[in-house]
């Protein structure tokens, strides 16, 4: 009111400060009208898109990040006549800065390549998905960069193949796409895309039958990996969560991969109003030539696998952005077709005595295993309000697999020459016939899973998420098992060595689950999850609860070095495969397998050479009950199907990533642990020197056959110092030996008997020929960009791993173990095209 007063005395004073303020109003209005957007995008120097790139524009406010796709969007204000020319900065974490001229009168999108730096920018945090707040929240959650599984060297070039190099996981076998996690078996673990539940065949039974995975490197966004203690919002499972989210493009974009052993091809791309985005890929996968490297059987391989998925998203609604409804569509099909006809197979092996024996065998007949797999889901999101967001989910799965064998195999064994000095060095010296085994199965299976869920979000705050669920399915199994076996020495068969096994089984069931979580984030250090699980099976009637709590802080004296401590209790509830025993007979009655779990572990980053860094490690503790025992055949899993058991799993995990070469990641990982079991009414039968019995001993604590005590995992990768262009890769995995017995020898499960160790080392080299810079005219949509040209070497170091083992009795009953080797030394060749 005073100054009111005043300007009123003062005419000519207000007159002026109106023509002030209209004036400055006109300027704003004008340079509004006038900012021109620049878009572009900023990829490395061997023409892959950086993400999280920092660009803005010389002395003017603002700026933007690119995505994904390495695109950027921006508005600039041009420069006065006879001003100095804008310039366009780019920066990011362990590359260059990039400073261009930028000429506003060319309407032609920006093309920036940044170079890699040794040193990091200083005084500057960067947080990317690899290094997102929730990592430091969450216990035993890593972030995995989708394009290191897509370039780690392997022999299919399998996503989860990336897994087995993180500490506490363990796949000794280079054929299997599976893997166990802290002493679970790898049906212990979830594995969700964009929100959406996946399953895997339910039959396979050698490594050697398996298609790839289900997650396709070339679709994926982020990747979060939890080896325990997840939070009450993930499922029912005892071991792990491999939770992938697929891309929702920005832009056209395309690849195609060749290689030795299969290839893939994909395409994404976007409408041209932006609101419906399409993900599509296609996977094809022969693996004869790895195969061709078995040394137990060779003959006529033909294994094929081929898929394909699609992902749309869609943004519903009126055309507001961001949109507040979206819809998602995922759908898959799987088809694996494996096909053998064994001829001949040999093998060497140490017995007991220390002799070395080798066993010839000679094949006749054939077997047929096939799995078609159907997946999908939709995923309907809507924003009702900015701090209340709800989920619609709807998934379905039907699976048909059929396992066919026909297969006669002779075989003899022989005693070697050892002696170096002698003619007859590595030769046998005394053959032994020993008999014949035949195999027949004629087996079927049909899964139909469909399920329904909703989710919903809360934030009332910022320092409160609530977030709920419930979910309800219903699962149909068909399985047909018509088989039979018999071991035949000196040309007779004992009745103990014929095994028969013919059975219709059909199961119906529903499940019913929730959930409800409470997330608080007391201040910028400090973060609390807790909240509860609930699970109900039709089966066994049984509903259990699973309370879980997370806690994280960040001290104060170092704001880079972060504690966590979880505690929970995680159920599982059986499927279809616990329910059956080994001689296919359903136990309906069947409970959920408990496990607690307790772990306390921290996150420290750090420099080092003035790169980042990264080390976590835990401390973990899970003690299970209602224990299912199984007995492991390659990847088949020979369930009990009786609670009989009670388990432990404890164990130390340690990483350390960072940029061991500047503008690169690599890390090391350790994982050490122990897990035992304890069977009810398990016994050594106590014999006297004639052999007589004279009592038993109850086993107690055994070792389980996911025991690995030790595993160490590797993965490297370099460039050449003034061509980043030119990199290197290395894969290392060593895993100590695990503990085997033969079939229907119970009093031998569990014994100290130990497999070899598992070591294994890929290398790989790449050149990138990049067919884009910076500064080029726009290409059209489907035009090539650039060409990866990798070279591989395969188990370099020609190591001879052990994929399992095969139980062979004489006559006179004694049992002989035979190892089953894994591939040799191979070259492979790849080849990947982006568009």
């Known amino acids: 009111m005073h100054l009111l007063t005043r300007l009123r005395n003062k005419p000519f004073s207000l007159l002026l400060t109106l023509l002030l303020v209209l004036a400055g109003a006109g300027v704003m209005a004008q340079q509004t009208a006038t900012r021109i957007l620049v878009s572009g995008t900023v990829r490395d120097a061997d023409g892959q898109p950086l993400e999280l790139v920092d660009i803005g524009v010389e002395g003017q406010p603002g700026g933007t990040t690119t995505d994904a796709g390495g695109q950027f969007s921006l508005r600039v204000t041009p420069s006065a006549p006879g001003a100095p020319a804008l310039v366009l900065v780019a920066r990011r974490l362990g590359y260059k800065v990039l400073r261009t001229p930028l000429d506003l009168t060319k309407n032609a999108p920006q093309r920036l390549t940044l170079a890699t730096d040794a040193r990091a920018l200083g005084n500057v945090t960067v947080r990317g998905r690899g290094q997102s707040a929730d990592t430091r929240e969450q216990v035993s959650l ?108 920005t832009r056209f974009g395309a690849s195609a991969t060749a290689s030795l052993v299969g290839g893939t091809a994909h395409v994404e791309a976007t409408s041209p109003n932006k609101r419906v ?33 699609l992902y749309i998203n869609a943004a519903l609604g009126g055309k507001s952005e961001p949109a507040r409804t979206s819809l998602g569509l995922l759908t898959s099909f799987a088809h694996n077709d494996y096909r053998f006809t064994p001829e001949t197979g040999q093998s060497t092996f140490s017995t007991a005595t220390n002799q070395f024996t080798r066993l010839f065998i000679a094949y006749d007949g054939r077997e047929r295993m096939q799995y078609d797999t159907y997946q999908g889901g939709l995923n309907l999101r809507h924003e009702f309000t900015p701090k209340f967001t709800g989920e619609l989910l709807a998934g379905g799965l039907i699976s048909r697999e059929l396992e066919f064998r026909d297969v006669e195999a002779s075989y003899r064994f022989a005693d070697i020459n050892v002696d170096p000095n002698s003619p007859d060095f590595n030769r046998p010296v005394r053959i032994r016939d020993l008999g014949s085994r035949f195999d027949h199965s004629r087996n079927t299976l049909s899964a139909r899973l469909a399920t329904l869920e909703a989710r919903g979000t809360w934030t009332p705050t910022s320092r409160h998420a609530v977030r709920w669920g419930v979910k309800a399915g219903r699962e149909h199994i068909e399985d047909t098992l018509n088989e039979y076996g018999f071991v035949d020495s000196a040309g007779f068969v004992p009745e103990a060595r014929f095994t028969r096994l013919r059975t219709d089984l059909t199961l119906d069931s529903e499940r019913y689950q929730g959930y409800a979580q409470h997330t608080i984030t007391f201040d910028s250090l400090r973060t609390l999850t807790y909240g509860v699980r609930a699970h109900y099976w039709s089966v066994n009637r049984q509903l259990v609860i699973s309370p879980r709590v997370q806690y994280s802080f960040i001290t104060r004296r170092n704001p880079e070095l972060a504690f966590k401590v979880a505690a929970g209790v995680y159920y599982q509830p059986p499927f279809y495969r616990e329910l059956r025993n080994q001689q296919a007979i359903l136990n309906p009655e069947l409970r959920a397998q408990r496990s607690l779990h307790l772990i306390a572990g921290q996150d ?25 025992p199984y007995d492991l055949d390659n990847v088949r899993l020979r369930y009990f199907a009786r609670n009989n058991a009670t388990a432990y799993a404890a164990g130390l995990d340690a990483r350390v990533a960072g940029e061991f070469v500047p503008g690169t990641e690599s890390w090391f990982s350790l994982g050490v642990l122990t897990t035992r079991e304890n069977l009810d009414y398990d016994f050594i039968t106590l014999r006297d020197a004639d052999g007589q019995e004279i009592g038993r001993e109850e086993k107690g604590y055994i070792r389980r056959p996911t025991d690995q005590r030790l595993n160490v995992g590797i993965f490297l990768q370099d460039h050449l110092p003034n061509n980043p262009s030119v990199k290197g890769y290395v894969n290392f995995v060593f895993g100590s030996g695990l503990p085997f017995s033969p079939p229907n020898l119970p009093e031998e499960r ?67 173990s035979v190892p089953n080797y894994l591939s040799q030394r191979l070259v492979n060749l790849r080849v990947i095209a982006r568009f």
Do not use: M
């Open 142 to 249: 890593t972030r995995i960069n989708p394009r290191s599984a897509k370039e780690l060297p392997s022999a299919f070039g399998d996503f989860n193949k990336i897994l087995t190099t993180l500490p506490g996981v363990v796949a000794n076998n280079e054929l299997t796409s599976t893997y166990s996690v802290r002493g679970g078996n790898y049906e212990e673990n979830l594995v969700y895309v964009n929100g959406i539940e996946v399953y895997r065949p339910f039959l396979v039974t050698a490594a050697q039958q398996e298609g790839l995975s289900f997650i396709n490197p070339d679709l994926v966004s982020q990747v979060a990996f939890s080896t325990g203690g997840w939070q009450p919002k993930f499922g029912d499972k005892l071991s792990s969560v491999l939770d992938v989210e697929y891309k929702t493009p």
């Open 277 to 309: 985005s399409y993900l599509a890929g296609v996977r094809y996968k022969n693996a004869q030539y790895v195969l061709s490297s078995l040394r137990q059987a060779q003959g006529g391989y033909n294994p094929t696998f081929y898929d394909g998925q």
């Open 604 to 628: 420290l980053k750090f420099q080092q050479w003035g790169r980042p860094f990264r080390f976590t490690g835990e401390v973990y503790f899970k003690y299970l009950t209602d224990v299912v």
């Open 750 to 816: 569990g014994t100290t008997k130990l497999s070899r160790s598992y070591k294994r080392v890929d290398l790989g080299v790449s050149k990138v020929l990049t067919l884009s810079s910076a500064g080029a005219t726009p290409r059209r949509a489907g035009q090539l960009e650039s060409l990866w040209l990798g070279l591989e070497v395969l188990n370099v170091l020609a190591a001879n791993n052990v994929g399992g083992y095969s139980y062979l009795q004489d006559v006179n009953g004694d049992t002989y």
